[in-house]
């Protein structure tokens, strides 16, 4: 089966780091985006990892692991309108290269 | 401004009554998709279409309907079959199915039983 698991919720304080985790388990593997999402709005586009290593942009980045599975978000100096959701995806290695999305992992950060 | 646009906003259906979902995309983008959100839950695909005049079913297409006359346009019906159709559906485009360019979105419908 296809399986992206990510916590449910995390907490952190404003100006701290934090990093949300991402495994998956797809037949075949395409690359893997995150997304963030605000409360009632369309997801924006973060990130795209297709090789191993980090990927840097700003106060956000990502890191692969295609051999354990694995990714990371990273988000340093945290700001209040860091809370949102964040969403892991992965492009599956059949034919249609459709996304699979994780539950998402709800960010709250507080003063 | 290019961009994915959706409407309405929130939409409230009647039992037994179809309803249709816009979404019309000017960045000139071949794919598009449609999503379901459901609270806690992730985004699972109810459609999608690589190209104008045909789509394929998603992982949860039972009781949906699209149609791709134009490439700016993917409307989205949900039928009185759909049992359970209280979401959020969001609209996506890319620019070819194949491509590693990432999926933009449209700002959401929400969609209600009356």
């Known amino acids: 089966g296809q399986n992206i698991d990510q916590p449910t919720e995390m907490t952190a304080t404003e100006g701290a780091i934090v990093q949300i985790n991402c495994t998956y388990q797809?037949?075949?593997?395409?690359?893997l985006f995150w997304y963030q999402q605000h409360a009632g709005e369309a997801p924006t586009f973060l990130s795209y990892?297709?090789?191993?290593g980090l990927e840097e942009k700003g106060r956000f980045s990502s890191f692969l692991s295609r051999s354990k599975g694995y990714s990371y978000l990273l988000l340093k100096e945290l700001q209040m309108k860091d809370s949102a959701s964040y969403l892991c995806?992965?492009?599956?290695?059949?034919?249609?290269?459709?996304?699979?999305f994780g539950s998402g992992t709800r960010l709250l950060v507080r003063p | 401004d290019g961009g994915i646009t959706q409407s309405p906003k929130y939409l409230f259906r009647k039992e037994g009554q179809n309803v249709t979902l816009s979404c019309e995309q000017n960045?000139?983008?071949?794919?598009m998709y449609w999503y379901r959100q459901d609270p806690g839950q992730g985004l699972r695909l109810i459609y999608y279409?690589?190209?104008?005049?045909?789509?394929q079913k998603g992982d949860i297409a039972e009781g949906y309907s699209v149609s791709r006359e134009k490439k700016e346009s993917f409307p989205l019906t949900v039928t009185s079959a759909q049992k359970n159709p209280t979401a959020f559906y969001l609209c996506?485009?890319?620019?070819?199915?194949?491509?590693?360019?990432?999926?933009?979105f449209g700002d959401g419908t929400r969609l209600s039983i009356l």
């Open positions: 960045l000139n983008h071949d794919a």
């Open positions: 996506a485009s890319k620019t070819a199915d194949n491509s590693n360019q990432p999926q933009h």
């Open positions: 797809t037949s075949g593997f395409n690359g």
């Open positions: 279409s690589q190209i104008v005049n045909d789509f």
């Open positions: 990892n297709v090789l191993d």
């Open positions: 995806a992965v492009r599956g290695g059949d034919s249609s290269y459709k996304l699979i």
